[in-house]
């Protein structure tokens, strides 16, 4: 059974930093291909960064690019996700989700505010 454990958000100033970690099990991770999705009050839920099995390849959102890094440690079964000089409009509860599987974790909220 997949399982998916996004941790890691919280409150914090804009400009300030915040890394996402989501933990995951019941499948080969590191075969598969790994996306952080965020979805703000009233909005739909959007893709925000993708990486390939290995690490090789990654894709962001136009608005994210060059504030936020996706990685991941295959040994660890984990996909990171670090946010940078974040921004008021970034509030939003975050989801990591596997390739090929439907499964979604329970999300975690960060907020953006002073």
């Known amino acids: 059974q997949v399982q998916l454990v996004e941790s890691g958000g919280g409150l914090v100033q804009p400009g300030g930093s915040l890394r996402l970690s989501c933990a995951a099990s019941?499948?080969?991770?590191?075969?598969?291909?790994m996306r952080w999705y965020r979805q703000a009050p009233g909005k739909e839920r959007e893709l925000v960064a993708a990486?390939?099995?290995?690490?090789?390849?990654?894709n962001y959102l136009d608005s994210v690019k060059g504030r936020f890094t996706i990685y991941r440690d295959n040994a660890k079964n984990t996909v990171y996700l670090q946010m940078n000089m974040l921004k008021a409009e970034d509030t939003a509860v975050y989801y990591c989700k596997a390739d090929g599987f439907p499964s979604w974790g329970q999300g975690t909220r960060v907020t953006v505010s002073s």
């Open positions: 990486i390939t099995n290995y690490g090789v390849s990654t």
């Open positions: 019941g499948f080969t991770f590191s075969r598969t291909a």
